[in-house]
C-alpha cells in the first residue's frame, strides 16, 4: 500500500500540518510550564497557611508575677441535674480573660473545661455551665493575658490564684 503525504496537497488541510517532532517539544514545554505554575501555586499557599497559622499561636506561662494582682472569688455555688451555677467576683487589680474549670464528681474523677469570657476588676458575674453527674469539688483558675512586642500574646495561667469550693449544695 502506498503512502500519501496529507499535508502534500495545498488544500486548506495543509495550513494545520506541523511536524511531529515540533508538537513534542512544544507539548514539553507547556507540560512543564504548568508544573512549574502549579508547583509555584502549592508553594504560596502552604507559605501563607503557615504563617497565618503561626499568628493564632499563644504562648503560655504558668504563676508570673502577674498573677499577683490576679484572682477570682465564687460568692455563691449550686447545682441542679445538669448545670452548675455560679456567682463569680474579679476581686483583684487586673482583668481575668478566661477561666479553667475543673469539676471532680462523687468518685473524684475531674472533667476540664475552659470558659472564654471577661471579668474586669471589681465586676461580678453570674456564670451558669453543664455538668454531668453530681459534683464534689469545683476549682477555678483565673488566666489573664500579657501583650509582648510584635502582637504576641502570652496567656498566663494563674495556679497560684486557684478558687475552690467543695461540698456543692443543690438548688
Known sequence: MKRTNKCANKSI???FCVNKKGMEAISWVLFLALG?????????????FTISSS?????????????????VSIDSICQDLSVVKLNLTNNNKRDVNKLLLRTYDLYGNPENREILLTLKPDEQTTLNTMKQGTLSKLEIIPVTYRNELEKKKVEIICRINIAQRESIAIC
Not at 36 to 48: K, N, Y
Open 36 to 48: 512549574v505554575a502549579l508547583s509555584t501555586f502549592a508553594f504560596l499557599w502552604i507559605r501563607g
Open 55 to 71: 499568628d493564632k499561636l499563644v504562648q503560655v506561662a504558668y504563676d508570673t508575677e502577674e498573677c499577683l494582682s490576679v484572682s
Open 13 to 15: 488541510i495543509a495550513k
